[in-house]
């Protein structure tokens, strides 16, 4: 049971930091270079198969880190590392889903309302945070399983 856990955790955890960070890497520095009519369009188009996926995937992964801590097999790492996956899912509802609902809701994106701010700094701001606490989940995922 112990090992399902960990790779469950291990698993979740490594695929959420790694969407994350090809988001900062790639997708990110993309939707910076367009125009803003053009990024409200790409940003409507990249938006739309996140969910449910990613927040089944991270709170997943949060609970398989929790129960495998509770089970002895983890034990601190994944219980940080759980605490981790709940602040990237926090930051996410909390701070980049709100400005996602705010561009999807932008009709036509060669007009835009009047007092349109565009969100990528924001957006970008929110994005590394929980970039990095997914990958801090995934460094202490591992360390749980090479030490469990």
């Known amino acids: 049971m112990n090992t399902a ?8 955890s490594g695929v959420t930091a790694g969407v994350l960070f090809a988001v900062a890497l790639s997708i990110l520095p993309a939707l910076f270079a367009m125009p803003t009519g053009t990024y ?8 739309r198969n996140w ?46 889903v709100p400005i996602n609902r705010r561009v999807k809701a932008v009709t036509d994106p060669e007009q835009l309302p009047a007092d349109w701010t565009d969100p990528r700094p924001l957006w970008r701001r929110w994005h590394l945070l929980r970039c990095a606490l997914a990958v801090a989940a995934l460094a202490l995922n591992s360390v749980a399983a090479l030490h469990g």
């Open 5 to 12: 856990l960990g790779v469950l955790a291990l698993l979740g």
């Open 40 to 47: 409200v369009y790409a940003h409507q188009l990249l938006g």
């Open 51 to 96: 969910d449910p996926t990613m927040p089944v995937i991270v709170l997943g992964s949060t609970l398989a880190d929790t129960l495998w801590a509770v089970s002895g097999g983890g034990e601190v790492p994944a219980a940080v590392a759980a605490v981790l996956l709940l602040g990237v899912s926090a930051v996410s509802h909390l701070c980049n």
